[in-house]
């Protein structure tokens, strides 16, 4: 069964703290993994999209990569405007759904 | 360019009643597809909706249905509403050229009651 897991379910920093988020993920025929972001109350709002392993995107301070069974994203000095549910989905073989893990709740303290 | 557009924003029915949401894709998108978020969770896949056809359907009963309409918008409806039903729904737009890159809108938050 495709499976999607993100790690851990919420993570405290201080501002400037910089870690990572993880996406794991069990799939047949992987077509692409998407990284969202999702403020209280809102839609997801689209980051990136990483299609193979090895492949990088960057976007101020995030940087998500992509292995064969997992994905990070890597936050650097964040600040308190970074705090969000960041969601990770993908998109498999030919089914045209996106299945989702639950997110990291991420709260950068000042 | 106005991004995805959802109506109402919440709305507040009663068990059995029945609710119609309604999107608006980004101008140019042609495929939308319909979420549903509880709080603490991800998205679950209901309808995706290309061209006015079905393309796909996650594991939801039939009381939930959805069109799309010439001018691509989509209304989704849900009857004999359950407690259970309360939560946010997301409608997303795709173009074709980047036909997984899912576009949301702000949502519409239920409450059944």
């Known amino acids: 069964e495709d499976q999607v897991t993100q790690s851990p379910e919420a993570l405290r920093l201080q501002e400037g703290e910089s870690s990572s988020l993880n996406c794991s993920y069990t799939?047949?025929?992987?077509?692409?993994l998407f990284w969202y972001r999702q403020d209280p109350g809102k839609g997801p709002e689209f980051l990136f999209t990483?299609?193979?392993?090895?492949e990088e995107k960057e976007k101020e301070r995030l940087k998500a990569t992509l292995t064969k069974k997992e994905s990070f994203l890597h936050i650097t000095a964040p600040k308190p405007e970074d705090s969000a549910t960041y969601l990770c989905?993908?998109?498999?073989?030919?089914?045209?759904?996106?299945?989702w893990g639950a997110g990291t709740k991420l709260i950068i303290k000042p | 360019d106005a991004g995805v557009t959802q109506s109402p924003t919440h709305l507040i029915k009663t068990r059995g009643q029945h609710v119609t949401l309604r999107c608006s894709p980004i101008?140019?998108?042609?495929?939308v597809s319909w979420y549903q978020q509880v709080l603490g969770q991800g998205p679950q896949f209901i309808f995706q909706?290309?061209?006015?056809?079905?393309?796909g359907r996650g594991n939801f009963p039939d009381r939930f249905s959805a069109r799309q309409f010439p001018n691509y918008s989509s209304e989704l409806n849900v009857n004999a509403l359950l407690l259970g039903d309360s939560a946010l729904y997301l409608c997303?737009?795709?173009?074709?050229?980047?036909?997984?890159?899912?576009?949301f809108g702000p949502g519409t938050r239920l409450t059944v009651t």
């Open positions: 997303a737009s795709s173009s074709l050229r980047t036909a997984y890159e899912q576009y």
């Open positions: 799939v047949s025929g992987l077509r692409g």
């Open positions: 909706y290309y061209e006015k056809e079905e393309r």
């Open positions: 990483l299609y193979s392993a090895g």
């Open positions: 989905a993908v998109q498999a073989g030919s089914n045209y759904q996106l299945i």
């Open positions: 101008s140019g998108h042609k495929s």
